[in-house]
């Protein structure tokens, strides 16, 4: 039995994998179930429209914030620990998630939660770039992206099924066993890893700096419709946002070891792999953010049937993204980005067709163009990225290209809705106009739009039919938004994007890196 369990440099490598791998399993399945379970919290827990950004964005945010953070310690302090680390958070804070009492619980769970995943997600990166040798790393990124879109494809359907025959609640104790097979694959067959070639500081000021201006930047954005654009607050947000983006940059080059090495962006690959990872998440979280609602709130799917038509989107990125993984390798990632970008552009242009009655029929077409856009994108993207920066860097690489995704996904929420919001106030001043439906009312409709019920069957059919008019209007006209990031991110991949594939790390280094890494474990 001993010697069929037996590990050896052959095999172990794929058991990193996997390890890595189950990690971000959990990790992706909570951006999708969480999206399709929102009209059932709202019921569960009252919470508005607001609250549903936050419940997606403070774990984008901490998630965004504490990345670089994350890689930076897992080169300091060993990957695989601060790996483990990052799991055990995750996981106590979605069993907090899943005790909520009320929206603040809540809201501070998913706050902790994504500092957990902050832990995790670099280190699966990192663990994997300075396991696999060049030749074959675009197999092995290929495979943890599939496995990321594994968990997006199954998300919906297993959420909605939880949030509508069990609870919303066990979508997050669904992250307990899983947490516990990636700590038991990672103490069995991971090697610790870490930068060895210097002593290492870690840069606080440039945490903090950081922190408060993505925080307050987000804040702004997420509130500026309720709070006012012109109001003393968000103008004050706007401030703290615009002074710590700036005090960050004159931090880093000041400190002895930066949090983000600049120095990494002189690779044109690298620059344009990160812009391209924040245009493809702000354009999909915001797309599955408010599709999710549309299919619940406007055509009155359950939240089992709206995970299902999920599915042929999230399918495209599991079959697809293995394949352009290896692609990657033999043509380079340029076109395949150049392609993807392009699909998913034009798959949320279809998006902004749609009306009231338009339904599924609409959706379909669009879902399996943009599953197809991103899986093109999202596995050449990484490898891009990896295989432009040294593998000792492997660590605080990951880190940026991981902030970069998640910082766009928070943007992508939260710019769209506050277009959102801002459009659907107009639609319904002017749906509503004449009607003895009060300034105030209208307010609350707002807030209340894609919240769950819209307490529908106690207000007149005029003013549901104006709701979800507006609801759709705003929707429709948000999407145009996502498409022109999409667009933009196309040029600027081909502008940037080596057109070969990415020049390798020295061999010589890579592994000189692999015999630190066993040497430290």
Request: hydrophobic share 55%; net charge neutral.
């Given at each position: 039995?001993?010697?069929?369990?037996r590990?050896n440099?052959?095999?172990?490598?794929?058991?990193?994998?996997?390890a890595m791998?189950?990690?971000?399993?959990?990790i992706?399945?909570?951006?999708t179930v969480?999206?399709?379970?929102?009209?059932?919290?709202?019921?569960?827990?009252g919470?508005?429209?607001?609250?549903?950004?936050?419940?997606?964005?403070?774990?984008?945010?901490?998630f965004?914030v504490?990345?670089?953070t994350?890689?930076?310690?897992g080169?300091?302090?060993?990957r695989?620990?601060?790996?483990?680390?990052?799991?055990v958070v995750f996981?106590?804070?979605?069993?907090?998630?899943?005790?909520s009492?009320?929206?603040g619980?809540l809201?501070a769970?998913?706050?902790?939660?994504?500092?957990?995943a902050?832990?995790?997600?670099?280190?699966?990166?990192?663990?994997?770039?300075v396991?696999f040798p060049?030749?074959?790393?675009g197999?092995?990124?290929?495979?943890?992206?599939?496995v990321s879109?594994?968990?997006?494809?199954i998300g919906?359907v297993?959420?909605?099924?939880?949030a509508e025959?069990?609870?919303?609640?066990?979508?997050f104790?669904?992250?307990?066993?899983?947490?516990?097979?990636?700590v038991?694959?990672?103490?069995f067959a991971?090697?610790?890893?870490?930068?060895?070639?210097k002593q290492?500081?870690i840069?606080w000021?440039g945490?903090?700096?950081?922190?408060?201006?993505l925080?307050?930047?987000?804040?702004?954005?997420?509130?500026?419709?309720?709070?006012?654009?012109?109001?003393?607050r968000?103008?004050a947000l706007l401030?703290?946002?615009?002074?710590?983006?700036v005090?960050?940059?004159?931090?880093e080059?000041?400190?002895r070891?930066?949090?983000v090495?600049?120095?990494l962006?002189?690779?044109?690959?690298?620059l344009?792999?990160?812009?391209?990872?924040?245009?493809?998440?702000?354009?999909?979280?915001?797309?599955?953010?408010?599709?999710a609602l549309y299919?619940?709130n406007?055509?009155g799917?359950?939240?089992v049937q709206?995970?299902?038509?999920?599915?042929?989107?999230?399918?495209?990125?599991?079959?697809?993204a293995?394949?352009?993984?290896?692609l990657?390798?033999?043509?380079?990632?340029?076109?395949?980005?150049?392609?993807?970008l392009?699909l998913?552009?034009f798959?949320?242009?279809?998006q902004t067709?749609?009306?009231?009655?338009?339904g599924?029929?609409?959706?379909?077409p669009?879902?399996v163009?943009?599953?197809?856009?991103?899986?093109?994108?999202?596995?050449?993207?990484s490898?891009?990225?990896m295989?432009?920066v040294?593998?000792?860097k492997?660590?605080v690489?990951?880190?940026?290209?991981s902030?970069?995704r998640?910082?766009?996904?928070?943007?992508?929420v939260a710019?769209?809705?506050?277009?959102?919001?801002?459009?659907?106030?107009?639609?319904?001043?002017d749906?509503?106009?004449?009607t003895g439906v009060?300034?105030?009312?209208?307010?609350q409709?707002?807030h209340s739009?894609?919240?769950?019920?819209?307490?529908?069957e106690?207000?007149?059919?005029?003013?549901?039919?104006?709701?979800?008019?507006a609801?759709?209007?705003?929707?429709?006209n948000?999407?145009?938004?996502?498409?022109?990031?999409?667009?933009?991110?196309?040029?600027?991949?081909?502008?940037?994007i080596?057109?070969?594939t990415a020049k390798?790390p020295?061999?010589?280094?890579?592994?000189?890196?692999?015999?630190?890494?066993?040497?430290?474990?």
């Amino acid at each position: 039995m001993t010697d069929r369990i037996r590990l050896n440099e052959g095999n172990r490598r794929w058991w990193t994998l996997a390890a890595m791998c189950f990690a971000l399993f959990m990790i992706m399945l909570d951006n999708t179930v969480v999206n399709v379970a929102l009209p059932s919290i709202q019921d569960d827990l009252g919470v508005s429209l607001s609250g549903l950004e936050w419940t997606v964005n403070i774990y984008t945010l901490t998630f965004a914030v504490l990345l670089v953070t994350g890689g930076r310690l897992g080169d300091i302090l060993g990957r695989r620990k601060m790996f483990l680390f990052g799991v055990v958070v995750f996981a106590v804070s979605s069993a907090a998630i899943g005790f909520s009492p009320g929206e603040g619980w809540l809201i501070a769970g998913r706050a902790l939660q994504g500092a957990g995943a902050a832990f995790m997600m670099p280190a699966t990166l990192s663990i994997i770039t300075v396991t696999f040798p060049p030749e074959e790393r675009g197999k092995a990124i290929g495979t943890w992206a599939g496995v990321s879109a594994l968990a997006l494809a199954i998300g919906p359907v297993v959420g909605g099924a939880l949030a509508e025959y069990v609870s919303w609640r066990a979508i997050f104790f669904l992250n307990l066993p899983v947490a516990v097979g990636a700590v038991v694959v990672t103490l069995f067959a991971t090697h610790e890893s870490r930068d060895e070639t210097k002593q290492h500081t870690i840069d606080w000021p440039g945490i903090v700096a950081l922190s408060v201006g993505l925080s307050a930047l987000v804040l702004a954005l997420v509130e500026g419709n309720a709070w006012g654009w012109g109001s003393t607050r968000i103008v004050a947000l706007l401030a703290a946002a615009v002074g710590g983006v700036v005090a960050f940059a004159l931090i880093e080059p000041r400190v002895r070891e930066p949090m983000v090495e600049f120095s990494l962006f002189r690779s044109r690959t690298f620059l344009g792999a990160n812009f391209v990872a924040f245009v493809v998440s702000f354009a999909m979280f915001a797309m599955f953010f408010f599709t999710a609602l549309y299919m619940q709130n406007i055509l009155g799917y359950s939240a089992v049937q709206a995970g299902v038509r999920f599915l042929p989107s999230t399918l495209m990125i599991v079959l697809i993204a293995p394949l352009a993984g290896r692609l990657a390798d033999r043509v380079g990632p340029r076109p395949l980005m150049v392609t993807g970008l392009t699909l998913t552009a034009f798959a949320l242009f279809l998006q902004t067709r749609i009306t009231v009655d338009t339904g599924y029929g609409l959706l379909l077409p669009a879902f399996v163009v943009m599953g197809i856009g991103m899986a093109l994108v999202m596995s050449p993207m990484s490898t891009a990225a990896m295989n432009s920066v040294a593998p000792e860097k492997a660590g605080v690489g990951s880190g940026i290209l991981s902030m970069s995704r998640m910082v766009g996904s928070t943007f992508g929420v939260a710019a769209i809705g506050a277009l959102f919001q801002h459009l659907a106030r107009n639609e319904l001043a002017d749906k509503l106009a004449g009607t003895g439906v009060t300034a105030g009312q209208r307010e609350q409709l707002v807030h209340s739009l894609g919240a769950g019920s819209q307490g529908g069957e106690s207000l007149p059919p005029a003013v549901v039919s104006a709701s979800h008019d507006a609801f759709v209007h705003a929707f429709a006209n948000g999407m145009w938004l996502s498409a022109s990031v999409a667009a933009v991110g196309a040029l600027v991949a081909f502008w940037l994007i080596a057109p070969k594939t990415a020049k390798q790390p020295d061999p010589a280094r890579l592994q000189e890196a692999t015999a630190e890494a066993i040497s430290a474990s």
